[in-house]
């Protein structure tokens, strides 16, 4: 079982910055793609970004493209999410996911760290 813990949510102005953090003690860290997703009052869980094994490969949805950069440190089973330029569109529940060594599908997620916008 891939257990995931983020941390890093908070209140920050419009415009501000947060850097969300998601570990895990599971030793095949480094061989899990992973993501993080976001879910605000009234909307459907959103995807926001994704990385490969490796780091190598990085995908963002369009509203946060050029604002938001996802990375990992395998050494140290950690996931990163810096949130720049953040809008009070941003707010909502952050979710660190794991796929499945080998998968594609999200398959082990975290249970959420607020980050809420302010305008």
């Known amino acids: 079982q891939v257990q995931l813990i983020e941390s890093g949510g908070g209140l920050v102005k419009a415009g501000g910055s947060l850097r969300l953090s998601c570990t895990t003690s599971v030793r095949t860290f480094s061989e899990h793609p992973m993501g993080w997703f976001r879910h605000a009052p009234g909307k459907e869980r959103e995807f926001v970004a994704g990385i490969s094994e490796s780091g190598a490969h990085v995908s963002y949805t369009r509203s946060v493209r050029g604002r938001f950069t996802i990375s990992r440190d395998n050494a140290k089973n950690t996931m990163y999410l810096q949130m720049d330029s953040l809008k009070p569109e941003d707010t909502a529940v952050y979710y660190c996911?794991?796929?499945?060594?080998?998968?594609?599908?999200?398959?082990?997620w975290g249970l959420g760290t607020q980050v809420t916008v302010s305008s």
């Open positions: 996911a794991a796929a499945a060594v080998g998968g594609e599908n999200y398959e082990h």
